[in-house]
């Protein structure tokens, strides 16, 4: 990867964040973690839906795959942690694959209907299985196994540390994805499938190779998750998860490098502040959506970069 | 209970949910139908009818049961629809019915709602008192020496409540199917289902048209819920369950046909509170939503094709 404007651009806004996470006070130190944790997961969507133009709702599966993928393995089976995270990781790229190969036959709505059915269907056997996953109010990884390559991620400190390399990897992932030869076919393809179909290119197996990055990348924030916060529950494969990731994306700017980081960050802020006045929290959610539907299409980043900064990726 | 009686039980259980599914439904595939885009938050409202139905009983509670569900029956469907009508004019028919933009939007929508209804309705279940109750025990036939006898099992019976939900709904689902087939507005639905910029040129106001669909739809929907809110109680988060049969329903039953999405409730709505009496309800949901997922994929054809661009 050439180091370029937007490359500099990226590693600065990194840097710039470590800085100020690391003056914050304790309790946004804590938010923080869990928002570029969650972050990774909206970086993950984004590689389908912002950058290949696939409108998932099905992504809580991929994430829960991971979480649970980790969580089971580790805290019932006593995998190593190490072992473990690789497993829920290759849980989530298997699922990625396996709903692609099936769901990629529809486009646009269906598509969009087939991946949250799937995503019901695992949410759904999740509670089946309670014995197990203990359904929705689910369990807790222990803190004895909750040590990754000797480093105890329990404490707050490597918590936060952890989370900004998970989120500088995914972040710099992604850019090196979109300008792979891969990720110039995916954004011809969300521009114009026919087209990109005509030139010769091969749009199934672009959109199952988007398709399996965001799976595993949105496994490896679930697996991420389940060790560093040590829960692991239901409510993490509902539909509420797989409308957030849109909800960040769309906030942050669709197909933009940065945007699904600032858009967790602000969303996860809206919602904090507005649970201190109402149990209602969820009205802020539902109110942006309409609001960025309405108004705001392309998102802030994508606002920025229309209006100032065009070389933003 | 036998086996025989306990199957008759149920049978006649899930027709009760099966009548309530069908008119809600029977909204979602109106919309979907006529204005091909896909209302996420179509059981909200059906939320919607049942927690104002809760309300108006509420204030009236100076008459009979009786009156207050009359009133609530005829009310609540006005005020949803009118409140789906806003919606159209507010969100929908600003983002151009773009199918895409359509789900985000009225997944905004879905939250907007619940989260209000909470505020103001409360996160608590509220019952409504039905307006009449009288419990009316079934007979069944058994083989004994003397041949043929009737006997009353003990536990098989059903309320008249619940007949006349499965009356009302009978006689609503006729009522739209009369409104579309032979009526004025029927024909203009149609005609802006087949082709909306033909329609145009005949000078139909497709967004007005749009509007009064989805304003029918929310209504249809909330009018299925007044019916069920004496059986079941109101409650905030109640939206989730109709909202994803009424969506298996609509993609088995059809696009843009009225008696394949009446078939599909059907078949739904007794296999699902069938297995739900005999199996596990999770089980049941899981086999219907793989099934709605494999029928989009080998069958898309006459299901959502037409609608995706």
């Given amino acids: ?41 909206a970086c993950a969507y984004n590689i389908s839906f912002g950058y290949t133009g696939l409108l998932s709702l099905g992504h809580a599966m991929f994430f829960s795959a991971g979480l649970y993928g980790v969580g089971l393995t580790v805290q019932l089976l006593e995998f190593p942690s190490e072992i473990g995270f690789l497993f829920g990781i290759v849980c989530g790229l298997v699922l990625a694959v396996a709903v692609g190969l099936l769901a990629l036959r529809t486009t646009g709505v269906s598509f969009m209907i087939v991946t949250l059915m799937f995503s019901q269907a695992f949410f759904l056997t999740v509670l089946l299985f309670g014995e197990f996953t203990r359904g929705d109010e689910g369990f807790v990884i222990s803190q004895d196994k909750r040590t990754f390559l000797g480093i105890d991620l329990s404490s707050d400190d490597t918590r936060l540390i952890v989370s900004w390399v998970l989120i500088s990897l995914c972040v710099l992932g992604c850019q090196v994805v979109v300008r792979s030869r891969l990720g110039k076919v995916l954004v011809a393809i969300r521009e114009n499938e026919e087209r990109t179909q005509m030139l010769g290119f091969n749009v199934f197996r672009a959109k199952l190779s988007a398709l399996a990055i965001s799976g595993a990348m949105a496994a490896l924030a679930g697996g991420a998750y389940s060790l560093l916060f040590g829960y692991v529950g239901a409510t993490f494969a509902s539909v509420q998860y797989s409308i957030f990731p849109l909800l960040w994306v769309l906030l942050g700017g669709t197909g933009t490098l940065i945007g699904p980081l600032i858009g967790t960050a602000l969303m996860f802020y809206l919602i904090d502040i507005s649970s201190e006045f109402t149990t209602a929290y969820m009205l802020v959610a539902g109110i942006v959506l309409v609001l960025l539907t309405l108004y705001v299409p392309e998102g802030i980043v994508g606002t920025i970069r229309r209006r100032l900064a065009p070389w933003i990726q | 209970m036998e086996l025989g009686p306990h199957i008759l039980l149920a049978l006649l259980e899930s027709a009760v949910s099966t009548a309530v599914l069908a008119l809600t439904a029977i909204g979602l595939a109106l919309v979907f139908g006529i204005m091909r885009v896909v209302n996420v938050a179509h059981g909200e409202f059906f939320m919607l009818g049942a927690v104002l139905a809760w309300w108006i009983t509420d204030q009236l509670t100076a008459f009979s049961p009786a009156v207050g569900f009359a009133v609530a029956l005829v009310l609540s469907p006005l005020l949803v629809g009118a409140i789906a009508y806003a919606s159209d004019r507010i969100v929908i028919n600003r983002v151009d019915y773009d199918p895409e933009r359509t789900i985000v939007a009225t997944v905004g929508l879905l939250y907007i709602f619940q989260q209000i209804s909470l505020m103001t309705f409360g996160p608590d279940a509220r019952p409504v008192e039905p307006p009449f109750n009288t419990r009316l025990a079934i007979p069944w036939l058994e083989i004994t020496e003397q041949g043929w006898a009737v006997y009353w099992p003990w536990g098989l019976s059903i309320t008249s409540y619940k007949l006349a939900v499965i009356a009302i709904s009978i006689v609503l689902l006729i009522g739209v199917w009369l409104v579309l087939s032979k009526t004025r507005y029927g024909l203009i639905m149609r005609a802006t289902q087949q082709d909306k910029d033909i329609a145009q040129a005949f000078g139909i106001r497709i967004e007005r048209v749009y509007g009064l669909v989805f304003a029918a739809g929310g209504a249809l929907a909330a009018m299925g819920a ?84």
């Fill in chain 1, 1 to 41: 990867m050439s180091m370029d404007r937007s490359v500099l651009f990226n590693i600065g806004l990194l840097l710039a964040l470590l800085l100020v996470v690391l003056a914050l006070p304790e309790y946004h130190q804590g938010n923080f973690a869990r928002i570029m944790v969650l972050a990774c997961f």
């Fill in chain 2, 226 to 309: 007044v019916l069920i809110v004496p059986i079941q109680q109101a409650h905030y988060l109640m939206g989730g369950d109709p909202l994803l049969l009424s969506f298996i329903v609509v993609i088995l039953g059809g696009l843009g046909s009225l008696s394949g999405t009446l078939v599909a409730a059907a078949i739904i709505g007794l296999s699902n509170g069938m297995i739900a009496v005999f199996f596990s309800p999770t089980l049941a949901k899981i086999l219907a939503t793989l099934l709605v997922a494999l029928v989009l994929i080998w069958r898309p054809a006459g299901l959502f094709t037409r609608s995706s661009r």
